[in-house]
């Protein structure tokens, strides 16, 4: 599915609405897999047969390639990130806010299996796959526990925020880099955002500090109409605000913002302006 991020390169799209879109939709599904059985094909007619070759069993084939295309889309989904499950029918995008994107359990554990594994099989050890299919298990209950903390501090979260009398449209309780047990939280409502954090040690903890969206800002309003970027940048946006740093406007996204925490001048602006996450709204 990661082919699209080559589709800027030979089609009139935008890398930040067309990655994690179409092609990681379930109508690609099929397709990318039954292009894995054509390769396999290609590979099968051009490759010198050995005496104990299987005969080419392309049904097989587009079940087991379908299975490992589909484990693309659900790793991704795990992530805040997001994929847009349905499109290009539907650009709704969904993400599970469970896993950060990339996690270092996930990496000890695919290793632990696979060297252990391979550790057997040079060995010559009966049911070399043990390991593997172990370290598979382990993380597939870690997953579970992802999902389910995540979910559990989005409804806390939510229910926290009613009882200020503010209804919450979206809360996304997210992982940091290395701590998985901890959560950032960002949540918003019809007109404000805001965020905050939860540990098990603390709880959830909702930061003071409320925010207006400004999505009627009358720079976005003038950039949605003259910049595809900006339009591309709204169609992948689930958290879309407006925020001004140093007198400046910039269109961002409440799950990879954080310049307004620190100072925004010289190196930082320059920065900011080659962001795809932090797009200036004017010329300055």
Same mark, same amino acid.
């Given at each position: 599915?990661?082919?699209?991020?080559? &589709?800027? =390169?030979?089609?009139?799209?935008?890398?930040?609405?067309?990655?994690?879109?179409?092609?990681?939709?379930?109508?690609?599904?099929?397709? =990318?897999?039954?292009?894995?059985?054509?390769?396999? #094909?290609?590979?099968?007619?051009? /490759? %010198? !047969?050995?005496?104990?070759? =299987?005969?080419?069993?392309?049904? &097989?084939?587009?079940?087991?390639?379908?299975?490992?295309?589909?484990?693309?889309?659900?790793?991704? #989904?795990?992530?805040?990130?997001?994929?847009?499950?349905?499109?290009?029918?539907? #650009?709704? #995008?969904?993400?599970?806010?469970?896993?950060?994107i990339v996690d270092w359990v996930y990496w000890l554990l695919m290793?632990?299996?696979?060297?252990?594994?391979?550790?057997?099989?040079? /060995?010559?050890?009966?049911?070399?796959?043990?390991?593997? !299919?172990?370290?598979?298990?382990? %993380?597939?209950?870690?997953?579970?526990?992802?999902?389910?903390?995540?979910?559990?501090?989005?409804? &806390?979260?939510?229910?926290?925020?009613?009882?200020?009398?503010?209804?919450?449209? =979206?809360?996304?309780a997210g992982p940091p880099p290395l701590a998985f047990w901890n959560r950032n939280i960002e949540w918003r409502s019809a007109r404000q955002f805001g965020g905050g954090s939860f540990t098990p040690a603390e709880g959830v903890r909702l930061d003071p500090a409320i925010q207006p969206i400004r999505l009627d800002d009358p720079q976005l309003v003038l950039a949605e109409r003259t910049q595809r970027y900006v339009r591309s940048f709204l169609v992948w946006s689930r958290m879309p605000i407006v925020v001004r740093i140093g007198g400046q406007a910039f269109l961002t996204d409440q799950r990879f913002y954080n310049a307004a925490k620190s100072p925004f001048t010289g190196t930082m602006r320059r920065m900011a302006r080659r962001s795809s996450f932090l797009i200036p709204l004017d010329n300055r």
């Open positions: 599915p990661d082919i699209d991020v080559f &589709a800027p =390169l030979v089609l009139p799209v935008d890398g930040i609405a067309f990655h994690r879109g179409p092609l990681h939709a379930v109508f690609a599904w099929p397709v =990318l897999a039954a292009g894995i059985v054509a390769i396999l #094909w290609l590979v099968d007619r051009f /490759k %010198m !047969r050995g005496p104990d070759a =299987l005969p080419f069993r392309a049904g &097989a084939l587009f079940v087991v390639a379908l299975l490992g295309v589909l484990t693309h889309p659900f790793l991704d #989904w795990l992530t805040t990130y997001a994929i847009a499950l349905f499109a290009p029918a539907d #650009w709704h #995008w969904y993400s599970g806010n469970a896993i950060f290793i632990s299996g696979i060297v252990l594994s391979a550790r057997r099989w040079r /060995k010559h050890l009966p049911d070399a796959a043990h390991p593997a !299919r172990i370290a598979g298990l382990l %993380m597939l209950g870690y997953i579970g526990f992802n999902l389910g903390l995540s979910a559990w501090v989005q409804r &806390a979260t939510a229910a926290e925020l009613r009882g200020q009398g503010i209804e919450p449209e =979206l809360v996304v």
